[in-house]
């Protein structure tokens, strides 16, 4: 059972446009949500992350939206750019353990001149 | 910089033998390392938690014997595909977090990962 759900799989989206990668879940143990992103044959890079007491949260051209009543979270890459083309990754992590990282599936971004 | 370092960067081994994987903390020492594996365009899935100076953590359906972790010290941490095969053919990345601050305030790193090819 997969207990961060993300979408689209794949995203591709015009330079300059918007790209929204949503993601939710289900366990309310998690209380902390952070986005990484990883490029081919790299390791994952925190990109940014928020708490569920913090409804948006922004980071230059960066922003998650969290709706805690409806389990769900957001990534918005404004004036999305070529070398924004990576995969990306929502995660959880339980206010217990937040080494413990679960990561969604993942999002392939690709973004076109 | 990258701040964990991963060894080697990518394997091929034979079906049978066993390949070792170091995961090494840069700049700082870290008690507890994480050991991912990554199939091709899927998420990464936690395999295990390596403690400096006790056994490792393992999640479940992860086979222990099959994968043996070894938290040499506080700066390395060993994963070893013991008689390896292709289907465990994949993407192994290591973790740790820098003791700053604490929780979620200290950034997870992560290492760039080794690719083991098993034929």
């Known amino acids: 059972q997969q207990q961060v759900k993300q979408s689209p799989q794949s995203l591709i989206v015009q330079k300059g446009g918007i790209s929204i990668i949503n993601c939710a879940y289900e366990?309310?143990?998690?209380?902390?949500f952070p986005w990484y992103q990883q490029f081919p044959g790299k390791g994952p890079a925190l990109l940014i992350a928020?708490?569920?007491?913090?409804s948006e949260k922004k980071e230059g051209r960066f922003t998650i939206s969290f709706n805690k009543s409806a389990k769900q979270f957001s990534l918005h890459i404004m004036d999305s750019q070529p070398g924004d083309s990576a995969s990306y990754f929502c995660a959880a992590s339980p206010g217990t353990s937040y080494d413990k990282v679960i990561f969604g599936p993942g999002t392939s971004l690709s973004v076109i001149p | 910089g990258a701040v964990v370092s991963q060894h080697p960067s990518w394997v091929i081994c034979k079906s049978g033998t066993s390949v070792k994987i170091e995961c090494r903390s840069l700049d700082f020492q870290a008690t507890t390392m994480f050991w991912y594996r990554q199939f091709p365009k899927q998420s990464l899935m936690l395999m295990a938690t390596s403690n400096e100076g006790s056994k490792a953590t393992y999640e479940q359906g992860v086979e222990k014997d099959k994968f043996l972790i070894n938290h040499a010290s506080l700066t390395l941490s060993t994963l070893t595909v013991t008689s390896a095969h292709p289907e465990d053919s994949s993407f192994y990345i290591c973790?740790?977090?820098?003791?700053?601050?604490?929780?979620?305030?200290?950034?997870?790193?992560f290492g760039n990962g080794t690719r083991l090819t098993v034929t």
């Open positions: 928020i708490r569920p007491d913090v």
């Open positions: 366990n309310t143990a998690f209380d902390y």
């Open positions: 973790s740790a977090r820098s003791p700053t601050g604490g929780g979620e305030n200290s950034p997870l790193h």
